[in-house]
Antibody, heavy 120, light 107 residues
Framework: QVQLVQSGAEVKKPGASVKVSCKAS????????LHWVRQAPGQGLEWMGI????????DYAQKFHDRVTMTRDTSTSTVFMELSSLRSEDTAMYYC?????????????WGQGTMVTVSS | DVQVTQSPSSLSVSVGDRVTITCQAS??????LNWYQQKPGKAPKLLIY???TLETGVPSRFSGNGSGTHFSFTISSLQPEDIATYYC?????????FGQGTKLEIK
């Protein structure tokens, strides 16, 4: 079945970096953009950026543009999100999500989430 | 950037109630508005896309309406399994953005 499977939970110290993976299966990897969305504990959803699996083109939310890097490995149908200079406010659940190539680019498949905790 | 204002932030409801949530965009976004349901500890689930199209497998008690700047989402008769937080999302242009969420609680 179509699914996105993310890497496991991470605990990092302030100032460190974290790299989260998201492996796609059950569909043609090149057909859909992939996004990263995060959710701090008890808070709402926050879009971080988008990557196109074929060309690797990216577009990041202004808030993260100097700290986030999204990459992909087409040989394993996996996308990665690396966030640097971590601070306590980056403690959140990080989701990857696939968007459907239709008018509103709805996020129809989501990963299970990766909890990133930033603590000294 | 397009901002999306969702209301109310929370709603106390009973089984069988008709529930309506609204989202207002800061500028016209055509019908590029989606609705998601999120239960505690779970990833969001797509319910409605392009403002009014029901995602496959989603019960028909869920519906969406609107275009331009004003949108609504309705549950015609609330079921116990509908207790969750609901989010709207605009994707007319990047950056896409989510509403603040509406948490449904049992009265």
């Amino acid at each position: 079945q179509v699914q996105l499977v993310q890497s496991g939970a991470e605990v990092k110290k302030p100032g460190a970096s974290v790299k989260v993976s998201c492996k796609a299966s059950g569909y043609t990897f090149s057909s859909n953009y992939l996004h990263w969305v995060r959710q701090a504990p008890g808070q709402g959803l926050e879009w971080m950026g988008i990557i196109h699996p074929t060309g690797g083109n990216t577009d990041y939310a202004q808030k993260f543009h100097d700290r986030v890097t999204m990459t992909r490995d087409t040989s394993t149908s996996t996308v990665f999100m690396e966030l640097s200079s971590l601070r306590s406010e980056d403690t959140a659940m990080y989701y990857c999500a696939r968007s459907r190539p239709s008018g509103s680019e709805a996020f129809d498949i989501w990963g299970q989430g990766t909890m990133v905790t930033v603590s000294s | 950037d397009v901002q999306v204002t969702q209301s109310p932030s929370s709603l106390s409801v009973s089984v069988g109630d008709r529930v309506t949530i609204t989202c207002q965009a800061s500028q016209g976004i055509k019908n590029y508005l989606n609705w998601y349901q999120q239960k505690p500890g779970k990833a969001p689930k797509l319910l409605i896309y392009d403002a009014s199209t029901l995602e496959t497998g989603v019960p028909s008690r869920f519906s969406g309406n609107g275009s331009g700047t004003h949108f609504s989402f309705t549950i015609s008769s609330l079921q116990p399994e509908d207790i969750a937080t609901y989010y709207c999302q605009q994707f007319d242009s990047l950056p896409c953005s989510f509403g603040q969420g509406t948490k449904l609680e049992i009265k």
